[in-house]
């Protein structure tokens, strides 16, 4: 499959890629290493009349860290992420994530601001920036905006950026000492799209009012947490498989398709939630 | 300030297998289109064009990426390799000879992606098991379905490089 013919050009810069929105945003798209936004393409899910190609800014590819956050910037690479040490040693949710996104010849190509600006529900680093608490830093004519993650995502490929907005970078808060994170997905194979799957994060504090998070993706519209099965299993760590799904099934509205139905989803859910309370609460 | 006009015909200069290509593509061209119909480089097969398949691999400065999820014009000016290009990697011609002896592939058609893919892993993990092998190759499709022999095929030449031990 081709894709239909567009018109391509490069911004060389941010400031650039910001002009260039304003003139083409209306009909036009960002491309970031394309591992999405390319089979869209070719699937003809997407027609824009012109690319605008940010893939070689340089100036937002880094990660580094700064005053109690460690910032990504959108076009570092998930193979990026995946061989960092401020990464592996400070953000082990987002380390071990990534592992699961496809192959290493998409992860060599595919950047983390890519795959938060698309929004697609069975991603995994949404979930991420969601459990994390992350900022997400975006810019505009008009300057900067800074969105928390969970107001961010909106729902299917929809998020707050507006199309004459570039995401810039993720500001992630460094986690206190002794917190736990856990992530699981579930799939037919390594590397494919998620049936279901979990970022999870508990910070130590007082019993009961444990900061817990548990973060579904692949089980709705957008990765979104389960607030009410936290609620559950920050008051007793443990919980029988009947209420963990009984509160799942308010938290979460999985659809079905050709991978599962929504009550194998739903069920699914409440598997990786007991295998993650081994691994939050040891 | 005056930024760049969007065309949508893109002048292209890569440097394929050593060879300078320089032509004048369609905006929408992917990689592997380009290096197939344009600098007639054939190795590398194009298959599912959505980035599932695998059989499209190449190196891009030297890194492994999908030909069918990358646009020429977006790599213009960049090193790309292809298996036929590699010939005289000799990490790559142990895995040749490998896959020849342990017979990795029947078609042949997922082997140029099969190779270059085991070639970027074990320059990137040269302690590795089975289980690993089997996740690293996850992304290339044989429809032989010829992966008992494959994963034995890569299994062997991780082994020559550190020792025995690959489980």
Known sequence: MKSSPFAYVRAQSVTEAIDLLERHGDDGRLLAGGQSLLPMLAYRMSSPSTLIDIGRINELRFIEQDDGVIRIGALTRHADLETNNLIANQLPLIARAVQNIAHSAIRNRGTIGGSLALADPAAQLPACMIALDATIVTCGRLGERRIEADAFFRGTYETALSNKELLTCVEVPLAAAGTRVHFAQLSRRHGDFAIVGLAGIRSPGPKLVDPLRLVYFGCGHRAARATQTEALLRAQNSSSRAAILDSLSHDLHPTTDLNATAEMRLHLAAVLAERALGELFS | ?167
Do not use: W
Request: aromatic content about 4%; glycine content about 8%; charged content about 20%.
């Open chain 2, 1 to 167: 300030m005056t930024s760049p006009v969007p065309e949508e015909d893109v002048f292209v200069t890569l440097e394929i297998n050593g060879r300078v290509v320089r032509c004048v593509t369609e905006a929408r061209t992917h990689l592997i289109d380009f290096l197939r119909d344009e600098a007639s480089v054939l190795g590398s097969h194009v298959s599912c064009e959505h980035g599932v398949c695998g059989a499209c691999t190449v190196q891009v400065n030297g890194e492994i990426a999908r030909g069918c999820l990358i646009l020429a014009a977006q790599v213009d000016g960049s090193k790309i390799d292809t298996v036929e290009g590699l010939g005289t990697n000799a990490l790559l011609r142990k895995l040749q000879e490998a896959f020849v002896k342990h017979n990795a592939l029947q078609c042949g058609f997922c082997t140029p992606g099969m190779l270059l893919t085991a070639l970027e892993f074990i320059e990137r993990r040269p302690s590795t098991n089975r289980a690993e092998i089997r996740k690293a190759i996850s992304g290339n499709y044989c429809r032989c379905t010829g992966y008992h022999s494959i994963v034995e095929a890569i299994a062997e030449v991780a082994e020559s490089r550190r020792g025995p031990g690959v489980h």
